[in-house]
């Protein structure tokens, strides 16, 4: 029983304690927050704390996307992102962890910082392909003009094909008359006069 009463004890201490690490001072540049910029956070936890662990939070949890982290000072960090988006508007605050009496203890929330993330006139006529609007019409008229031009060269060269086949069958030189001429090996009819043998030739 007494340990019991002891370990409650404790654990009341260290809720007390815990409760008693101020929070650290959360601060932003200003906004609007607009979707593609660049976002930094700073956190700075009071300095008579042995300060560590700084971490961001997002709507009570965890900052679920990766925030890229910079040390400012020995009690500071700076949380920064290249490429916001609408997904990482929410309630942001930080919280640290300090050393006492050999024990690490998990400070207060600080102060909120409210991110708005807008998407401008530009940007929401670009659909999922990045592109936008008028881009993605160009693109579409090009192809149906380029789908044109290929269709005229194949049946232009179709034709000409037709054409060459067409000379080859039908030439339009004397050779192919040639056999109505009689040959030198044809029968050679002389007619003879008077009473003279008839010869033939072959």
């Excluded at 370990?7 to 008693?20: D, E, K, M, R, T």
């Excluded at 049946?155 to 030189?173: A, G, Q």
Aim: proline share 3%; charged share 20%.
């Amino acid at each position: 029983a007494p340990i019991f009463y002891v370990s409650l004890f404790l654990c009341c201490v260290f809720a007390v304690v815990s409760a008693l690490l101020e929070g650290a001072k959360l601060t932003t540049m200003s906004g609007p927050y607009v979707q593609g910029e660049s976002v930094r956070i700073t956190c700075i936890a009071p300095e008579y704390y042995n300060a560590h662990s700084l971490r961001l939070i997002k709507d009570g949890k965890n900052a679920e996307r990766t925030w890229i982290t910079t040390q400012l000072t020995k009690h500071g960090v700076e949380f920064s992102v290249a490429n916001i988006t609408v997904a990482d508007s929410g309630n942001y605050t930080c919280i640290y962890q300090a050393e006492t009496g050999k024990r690490t203890f998990n400070s207060s929330k600080s102060n909120v910082v409210a991110i708005n993330v807008v998407v401008t006139g530009n940007q929401n006529e670009t659909g999922s392909t990045g592109l936008s609007t008028g881009a993605i019409v160009a693109i579409i008229f090009g192809t149906f003009f380029l789908a044109i031009i290929i269709i005229i060269l194949v049946r232009w060269r179709t034709r000409i094909h037709w054409k060459k086949n067409s000379c080859k069958k039908n030439p339009t030189d004397d050779t192919s008359n040639d056999h109505s001429r009689p040959s030198e090996t044809e029968v050679m009819k002389f007619v003879p006069s008077g009473d003279e043998d008839i010869i033939f030739i072959e």
